[in-house]
T-cell receptor, first 116, second 113 residues
Framework: KAGVTQTPRYLIKTRGQQVTLSCSPISGHRSVSWYQQTPGQGLQFLFEYFSETQRNKGNFPGRFSGRQFSNSRSEMNVSTLELGDSALYLC???????????????FGEGSWLTVV | GESVGLHLPTLSVQEGDNSIINCAYSNSASDYFIWYKQESGKGPQFIIDIRSNMDKRQGQRVTVLLNKTVKHLSLQIAATQPGDSAVYFCAENIGRGAQKLVFGQGTRLTINP
Protein backbone atom coordinates (compact mmCIF):
# COMPACT_ATOMS: atom_id res chain seq x y z
CA LYS A 1 0.00 0.00 0.00
CA ALA A 2 1.06 3.60 -0.49
CA GLY A 3 3.29 5.26 2.07
CA VAL A 4 2.97 8.66 3.67
CA THR A 5 2.49 11.23 0.93
CA GLN A 6 3.48 14.87 1.30
CA THR A 7 2.79 17.78 -1.02
CA PRO A 8 4.30 19.90 -2.32
CA ARG A 9 7.77 18.41 -2.38
CA TYR A 10 9.55 21.71 -2.97
CA LEU A 11 8.50 25.29 -2.55
CA ILE A 12 10.01 28.73 -2.24
CA LYS A 13 8.33 31.49 -0.27
CA THR A 14 9.15 35.07 0.64
CA ARG A 15 9.58 36.33 4.18
CA GLY A 16 6.27 37.38 5.67
CA GLN A 17 4.21 35.02 3.54
CA GLN A 18 2.41 31.98 4.83
CA VAL A 19 2.58 28.38 3.65
CA THR A 20 0.39 25.30 3.92
CA LEU A 21 1.80 21.80 3.64
CA SER A 22 -0.27 18.70 3.16
CA CYS A 23 0.12 15.11 4.36
CA SER A 24 -1.80 11.96 3.51
CA PRO A 25 -1.06 9.17 5.99
CA ILE A 26 -0.78 5.48 5.21
CA SER A 27 -4.21 4.01 4.64
CA GLY A 28 -5.73 3.05 7.98
CA HIS A 29 -3.39 5.25 10.00
CA ARG A 30 -5.17 7.73 12.21
CA SER A 31 -2.26 9.46 13.94
CA VAL A 32 -0.23 12.08 12.11
CA SER A 33 2.71 14.05 13.41
CA TRP A 34 4.90 16.75 11.94
CA TYR A 35 8.64 17.35 12.33
CA GLN A 36 11.03 20.05 11.21
CA GLN A 37 14.51 19.07 10.08
CA THR A 38 17.33 21.59 9.78
CA PRO A 39 21.10 21.13 9.69
CA GLY A 40 21.51 23.09 12.90
CA GLN A 41 18.67 21.74 15.04
CA GLY A 42 18.18 18.29 13.56
CA LEU A 43 14.77 16.67 13.68
CA GLN A 44 12.34 18.41 16.00
CA PHE A 45 8.77 17.49 16.84
CA LEU A 46 6.12 20.06 15.94
CA PHE A 47 2.77 18.46 16.83
CA GLU A 48 0.69 15.31 16.61
CA TYR A 49 -2.94 14.79 15.69
CA PHE A 50 -5.25 11.88 16.30
CA SER A 51 -8.93 11.81 15.41
CA GLU A 52 -8.80 15.50 14.46
CA THR A 53 -7.46 16.48 17.91
CA GLN A 54 -4.00 17.73 18.74
CA ARG A 55 -2.56 15.35 21.34
CA ASN A 56 1.00 16.62 21.63
CA LYS A 57 2.79 19.84 20.80
CA GLY A 58 6.46 20.71 20.54
CA ASN A 59 8.25 23.91 21.43
CA PHE A 60 7.51 26.01 18.39
CA PRO A 61 5.93 29.48 18.22
CA GLY A 62 2.26 29.96 17.50
CA ARG A 63 3.05 30.75 13.86
CA PHE A 64 3.20 26.99 13.39
CA SER A 65 -0.19 25.36 13.39
CA GLY A 66 -1.84 22.26 12.07
CA ARG A 67 -5.06 20.42 11.69
CA GLN A 68 -6.38 17.01 10.83
CA PHE A 69 -9.42 16.15 8.79
CA SER A 70 -11.94 13.39 9.28
CA ASN A 71 -10.17 11.24 6.67
CA SER A 72 -6.94 11.54 8.75
CA ARG A 73 -5.24 13.75 6.20
CA SER A 74 -3.37 16.62 7.83
CA GLU A 75 -2.13 20.06 6.98
CA MET A 76 0.34 22.30 8.70
CA ASN A 77 0.56 26.03 8.27
CA VAL A 78 3.34 28.46 8.96
CA SER A 79 2.39 32.13 9.00
CA THR A 80 4.64 35.19 8.74
CA LEU A 81 7.52 33.16 7.41
CA GLU A 82 11.04 33.88 8.60
CA LEU A 83 14.32 32.92 6.97
CA GLY A 84 14.93 30.45 9.78
CA ASP A 85 11.82 28.52 8.81
CA SER A 86 13.69 27.15 5.80
CA ALA A 87 13.75 23.43 6.47
CA LEU A 88 12.57 20.00 5.48
CA TYR A 89 9.12 19.43 6.97
CA LEU A 90 8.35 15.79 7.58
CA CYS A 91 5.06 14.12 8.22
CA UNK A 92 4.79 10.77 9.99
CA UNK A 93 1.87 8.46 10.55
CA UNK A 94 0.97 5.51 12.73
CA UNK A 95 -2.14 3.48 13.43
CA UNK A 96 -2.94 5.50 16.50
CA UNK A 97 -3.28 4.42 20.07
CA UNK A 98 -0.22 2.97 21.78
CA UNK A 99 2.84 3.21 19.54
CA UNK A 100 5.13 0.24 19.63
CA UNK A 101 6.23 -2.74 17.61
CA UNK A 102 3.46 -3.48 15.18
CA UNK A 103 2.26 0.10 15.43
CA UNK A 104 5.32 2.04 14.50
CA UNK A 105 5.84 5.47 13.01
CA UNK A 106 6.50 5.89 9.29
CA PHE A 107 7.72 9.04 7.59
CA GLY A 108 7.02 10.66 4.27
CA GLU A 109 9.66 12.11 1.95
CA GLY A 110 9.07 15.61 3.26
CA SER A 111 8.40 19.07 1.89
CA TRP A 112 11.43 21.24 1.28
CA LEU A 113 10.63 24.84 2.18
CA THR A 114 12.99 27.67 1.29
CA VAL A 115 12.23 31.14 2.61
CA VAL A 116 13.94 34.01 0.79
CA GLY B 1 15.30 18.61 28.88
CA GLU B 2 15.02 15.24 27.25
CA SER B 3 17.56 14.46 24.60
CA VAL B 4 18.86 11.59 22.63
CA GLY B 5 22.49 11.83 21.65
CA LEU B 6 24.89 9.90 19.50
CA HIS B 7 28.46 9.13 20.48
CA LEU B 8 29.94 9.40 16.97
CA PRO B 9 28.87 11.75 14.22
CA THR B 10 30.62 9.77 11.46
CA LEU B 11 31.50 6.15 10.95
CA SER B 12 33.42 4.62 8.08
CA VAL B 13 33.57 0.85 7.55
CA GLN B 14 34.72 -1.53 4.87
CA GLU B 15 32.15 -3.23 2.72
CA GLY B 16 31.31 -6.60 4.21
CA ASP B 17 32.30 -5.62 7.73
CA ASN B 18 29.88 -5.21 10.59
CA SER B 19 29.08 -1.74 11.91
CA ILE B 20 27.81 -0.56 15.26
CA ILE B 21 26.10 2.78 15.76
CA ASN B 22 25.58 3.96 19.32
CA CYS B 23 23.05 6.23 20.95
CA ALA B 24 22.51 7.57 24.46
CA TYR B 25 19.14 8.68 25.73
CA SER B 26 18.18 10.59 28.83
CA ASN B 27 14.49 9.96 29.43
CA SER B 28 14.22 6.89 31.63
CA ALA B 29 10.43 6.91 31.19
CA SER B 30 10.63 6.27 27.44
CA ASP B 31 9.33 2.85 26.55
CA TYR B 32 9.81 2.68 22.81
CA PHE B 33 12.81 3.30 20.58
CA ILE B 34 13.23 3.35 16.81
CA TRP B 35 16.16 3.42 14.43
CA TYR B 36 15.76 5.26 11.14
CA LYS B 37 17.93 5.48 8.06
CA GLN B 38 17.90 8.67 6.02
CA GLU B 39 19.40 8.90 2.57
CA SER B 40 20.17 12.21 0.95
CA GLY B 41 17.03 14.04 -0.11
CA LYS B 42 14.68 11.48 1.42
CA GLY B 43 12.63 11.08 4.55
CA PRO B 44 13.64 8.81 7.43
CA GLN B 45 13.12 5.15 6.66
CA PHE B 46 12.13 2.77 9.45
CA ILE B 47 14.77 0.12 10.16
CA ILE B 48 13.94 -1.55 13.44
CA ASP B 49 12.33 -0.78 16.77
CA ILE B 50 12.39 -2.08 20.32
CA ARG B 51 10.27 -1.71 23.39
CA SER B 52 11.80 -1.08 26.79
CA ASN B 53 10.77 -4.51 28.06
CA MET B 54 13.23 -6.08 25.62
CA ASP B 55 17.05 -6.09 25.53
CA LYS B 56 17.58 -7.20 21.98
CA ARG B 57 15.67 -7.42 18.73
CA GLN B 58 16.85 -8.76 15.41
CA GLY B 59 15.80 -7.98 11.88
CA GLN B 60 17.28 -8.71 8.51
CA ARG B 61 21.01 -7.93 8.91
CA VAL B 62 20.22 -5.52 11.74
CA THR B 63 20.12 -5.92 15.51
CA VAL B 64 19.12 -3.37 18.10
CA LEU B 65 20.39 -3.64 21.66
CA LEU B 66 18.91 -1.73 24.56
CA ASN B 67 20.66 -1.24 27.90
CA LYS B 68 18.27 0.53 30.20
CA THR B 69 20.72 0.59 33.09
CA VAL B 70 23.03 2.98 31.28
CA LYS B 71 20.38 4.36 28.90
CA HIS B 72 22.15 3.17 25.82
CA LEU B 73 20.89 1.98 22.47
CA SER B 74 22.90 0.51 19.62
CA LEU B 75 22.27 -0.57 16.05
CA GLN B 76 24.36 -3.35 14.58
CA ILE B 77 24.44 -3.81 10.83
CA ALA B 78 25.93 -7.06 9.61
CA ALA B 79 27.85 -7.49 6.36
CA THR B 80 27.50 -3.86 5.33
CA GLN B 81 26.74 -3.04 1.74
CA PRO B 82 27.20 0.18 -0.27
CA GLY B 83 23.46 0.77 0.01
CA ASP B 84 23.84 1.05 3.77
CA SER B 85 25.60 4.38 3.38
CA ALA B 86 23.28 6.96 4.95
CA VAL B 87 22.64 8.92 8.12
CA TYR B 88 21.22 6.83 10.94
CA PHE B 89 19.05 8.30 13.66
CA CYS B 90 17.90 6.81 16.90
CA ALA B 91 14.60 8.11 18.20
CA GLU B 92 12.93 7.85 21.56
CA ASN B 93 9.17 8.15 21.93
CA ILE B 94 8.26 10.35 24.86
CA GLY B 95 4.62 10.72 23.93
CA ARG B 96 3.45 8.12 26.47
CA GLY B 97 1.91 5.91 23.84
CA ALA B 98 1.14 8.71 21.42
CA GLN B 99 3.58 9.92 18.79
CA LYS B 100 6.27 12.27 20.04
CA LEU B 101 9.74 11.32 18.95
CA VAL B 102 12.97 12.87 20.20
CA PHE B 103 15.77 12.28 17.72
CA GLY B 104 19.49 12.02 18.13
CA GLN B 105 21.83 14.12 16.03
CA GLY B 106 22.46 11.26 13.61
CA THR B 107 25.51 9.27 12.55
CA ARG B 108 26.73 9.31 8.98
CA LEU B 109 27.73 5.82 7.95
CA THR B 110 30.04 5.50 4.95
CA ILE B 111 30.77 2.13 3.40
CA ASN B 112 34.17 1.90 1.72
CA PRO B 113 34.55 -0.52 -1.20
Amino acid sequence: KAGVTQTPRYLIKTRGQQVTLSCSPISGHRSVSWYQQTPGQGLQFLFEYFSETQRNKGNFPGRFSGRQFSNSRSEMNVSTLELGDSALYLCASSLGGQVGSGNTIYFGEGSWLTVV
Amino acid sequence: GESVGLHLPTLSVQEGDNSIINCAYSNSASDYFIWYKQESGKGPQFIIDIRSNMDKRQGQRVTVLLNKTVKHLSLQIAATQPGDSAVYFCAENIGRGAQKLVFGQGTRLTINP
